[in-house]
């Protein structure tokens, strides 16, 4: 029996319809896809997430529920991808976090949604989101492992691509290029992880601006936080913030993990090129070198989920787990 694909509608674009508050997710999706010419001859499975959700609410209990509905609706005899209807705004970061989690999962993942939904669908303005469809029914024809996003006629890596546009239909980019999926068989932190049940993490975020204030930056820093990232200018400086820097050496001392990450779109950090920059070295910031911010937001969230261990989440953190760094 030939095998077949396995749906899991998230929400989202794709599948929002209007109401009286603006649109919402409809549950109707998965009875329109068996009615599409270009589907209607094809077979599938599909199952929708409880409540359909836009994507701004996306959080780690979402991600639970995707691995809760991988584990218990994916069967390796039947199926041979996996196709993840989601919304755009946070489909990076669930596409990054699941490259790590299901590093060896033993099908392809792809990943899509769409601009607008497939329901506004007219021949003067056609919906992308059929065609982002179609093409990650087709995508298991070229991809045969790992975590893809399929989106504008383009397949990408899912944890080197990003949203960089919020109106057109080719909204997503790999600012550093795309890279081959590395399946990491060997290693002990990259198994297939689906029956996971996640921990929570507090995580938060600093952008370092002309205008930024030490004093507020000061109390924001010594919050217990257990991942901090510090997106810092080009290719790591920062401003000569003394007690800043002092701050930053006590989280260190407390075991809470400082990442510095780019605000430049590519091209990464090299930490310690620039003098302005070598203070973070020294009291304990790691870098996330050309990492996306979506893909070291998940990396970060995917070591504390296998280890607590600040030196080897620091070790592993540096590592090229996927393809996700170079």
Known sequence: MSKIPLI???GGTIGMVDSEHGQVADEGLPDSLR???DLQDRDFDCVSITPLIDSALVSVDTW??????IRQKYHSDKHDSIILLHGTDTLAFTAAFLSFILNTFPVPIFITGSMRSIHDHTEANPSDG???IVQAFNASTEKTQGVWVVFANKIMHGARVSKINSDIDDAFHTPNGDAAFLRNKDNKNSTYSANRTLKPLTVDTITFTPVTNEALLRKHITLPMDVLFLRVYGSGTVPDFKDFFKDLQLRNQQNLLTIA???AVAGGLKLGHYAASNALLDNGCISAETMTYEAAVAKAYYLYQISSDLSE???IFAENLVGELG
């Open 130 to 132: 059929w065609a982002n």
């Open 35 to 37: 009615l599409h010419p």
């Open 261 to 263: 990450i780019s605000q």
């Open 8 to 10: 899991l509608y998230t």
């Open 313 to 315: 989440i620091k070790k």
């Open 64 to 69: 639970q529920k995707i691995l809760d509905f």
